[in-house]
Nanobody, 124 residues
Framework: QVQLVESGGGLVQAGGSLRLSCTAS????????MGWFRQAPGKEREFVAA????????RYADSVKGRFTISRDNALNTVYLQMNSLKPEDTAVYYC????WGPGSTAWAAYDYWGQGTQVTVSS
């Protein structure tokens, strides 16, 4: 069965950086748009960033523009989220998701597969 496995989360001080990785198995990775979403305690899941299946286009939530960068390596079946200048409000569980032939949607319902999530905690 399809698996998406996130890694790279952890505890970091405000202003610091983390790089999240999500490695996919048992799916034709290059055919899938990949997205990152996050969910903080007591809040709804929200879009963070996405990259189209061809890697040509990317999208970002306004709250992370200029600080986060999404990229993909199809040879490694992996999508990355480089997070710089982290803020306490970035604290959440981060999930990666896959959308067949997608444009990199901001809507979580567009995605077919999800990882289990990785915790990111930013201390002030």
């Amino acid at each position: 069965q399809v698996q998406l496995v996130e890694s790279g989360g952890g505890l970091v001080q405000a202003g610091g950086s983390l790089r999240l990785s999500c490695t996919a198995s048992r799916l034709p990775f290059s055919s899938y748009a990949m997205g990152w979403f996050r969910q903080a305690p007591g809040k709804e899941r929200e879009f963070v960033a996405a990259i189209s299946w061809g890697g040509i286009s990317t999208r970002y939530a306004d709250s992370v523009k200029g600080r986060f960068t999404i990229s993909r390596d199809n040879a490694l079946n992996t999508v990355y989220l480089q997070m710089n200048s982290l803020k306490p409000e970035d604290t959440a569980v981060y999930y990666c998701a896959a959308d067949l032939w997608g444009p990199g949607s901001t809507a979580w319902a567009a995605y077919d597969y999800w990882g289990q999530g990785t915790q990111v905690t930013v201390s002030s």
